[in-house]
């Protein structure tokens, strides 16, 4: 990981790659680099700084050419230093380049390559994973890069997607992708790879998604297109909106804090086009399937993972199917009870988290015969997996820290359990006008909520001096409690942890002190009774309270106990408002500690790999 440019072109290239990685900063990256060919062979910069530096680099070198590869990398194999950055290169007999890669995925075969290699005299000079493909790749060269990395690619065990060039021949790329994305942008006299669309914006519209196994050979005036079995075929060309315009700050300072408060128009984005409730929302045939299962087998993970477990309870109430949630990366590597009838729904903000998508189709591999997605890119692997979908409209989510395609993710999750609920006669009229009108209102509430930023941020004052927090939640809550000490510790690097509140009793109240700051989730439901005894147990132990409260919640703030008050519980929507203040408590008190923030330390965006 984590993103790949690269093209062939009558012009420089290199001043596209720069603008490509830029585009592609989003994910999280820890180095970066460009390799070009030029008239002279193959040439490369490489930096552990950002992409800025890399071109101040670039542009006191001088190189340019019209073959270029280019790559942001997150460490899997080895430390991230200039050694380890990508391309990769691998030299002839005579010491002189011959191969240069780009690759994201993991190649799990790596080293008893790289063993065959080194014995046939091959030197390594980093500790990374594709080198090995580098070497393996120049070992395997016939004169023709296309059929070599044919054969190089079924030597191959994991995931990639991979572009090479050869110094021999000057004006081609090669790309490979297998479990990660790769895409073809096509241009006039130009053509190009990413691993992601949104590199390419303002230099072409037009992209080919290619799909597992594929090989392409990439010319400036053409481009070919190769199966697993090595067959010419055709793949489809799309017509993509590259967002161009949608990673401009504006106002804000972050891209997080754009996110967070774009959710109103996200929500209502999300929600237009539902008032129905038709199961054509969700793809044709949904209608069908959606009468014939049984259950309900929800796979995913970090974030998303979260929203799975919020819409188990409003999936269990209304429809009265067991539901099933689990960590995505867990799921494929036990043997689970298959239940044909059972309806697989996967979760993803980029419809490209590979531990998902081996999970998906690990359930296919299992007899599952039904599966939706609910994703934020319609033209994501996971999408094309899937026999149903449904899309959310967040639009591009730039910060790391997941926020907006969070919340959609919840209101996608809510209208799917109407619909269902719905169709199987379960759902009264007076009650499904009832939850309309909630969703419908949803995206103001949505901006009452963010008006209380001025409060949070006196919060994050007391929170930015802590090393330890403790996020408590009851029922629905809890994965919403989940979900902000997740925020936390990802941006701010606070160490958080989240629990049922019954569960305090049970060891975690072994933990408060005066020093920990505990934040709950308070909405006036069926619980708040309960809940408010939890709070009387941390304050016995000395624990510093800070209560998120709707208006109604009767929890009144005194010493050792702060509120801020929401507006009126919303029912069953009240996890999607309930999480919004736990995103700006997360990102201010990130900002009062200085990290940065849409770029956190060790995480990626698009987690490409296992």
Known sequence: MCGIVGGVAKRNLVPLMLEGLRRLEYRGYDSCGVAVHDNNGLFRAR?????AELQTQIETIGFEGRAAIAHTRWATHGLPVTANAHP?????????????????????NFDEIGAELKQLGYHFESQTDTEAVAHLINHLHDGDLLSTVQKAVKRLTGAYAIAVMCRDEPERVVGARRGCPLVVGLGKNENFLASDAMALAGSTDQIIYLDEGDVVDLQAHTIHVYDKKDGLVDRAVQTVQAYSGAVELAPYRHYMQKEIFEQPRALADTIAGSEDLNPVLFGAGAADVFRSINAIQILACGTSYYAGMAAKYWIEALTGLPVNVEVASEYRYRKAAVNPDCLVLVLSQSGETADTLAALKHTRDVGHKHSLTICNVATSAMVRETELAYITRAGVEIGVASTKAFTTQLVALFIFTLTLAKLRGMLPAEQEQRYMAQLQNLPDAALRVLALEPRIIAWADQFASKNNALFLGRGMHYPIALEGALKLKEISYIHAEAYPAGELKHGPLALVTEQMPVVVIAPNDDLIGKLKSNLQEVRARGGQLFVFAD???????EDGVQVIRLPEHYGLLSPILHVIPLQLLAYHTALVRGTDVDKPRNLAKSVTVE
């Not at 930096?47 to 992409?51: G, L, Q, T, W």
């Open 551 to 557: 208006a109604d919640s009767r929890i009144s703030p």
């Open 47 to 51: 930096s552990v700084a950002r992409v």
């Open 88 to 108: 990769h290169f691998s030299a002839d007999k005579q010491g002189k380049r011959r191969i240069a890669v780009v690759h994201n995925g993991i190649i799990e």
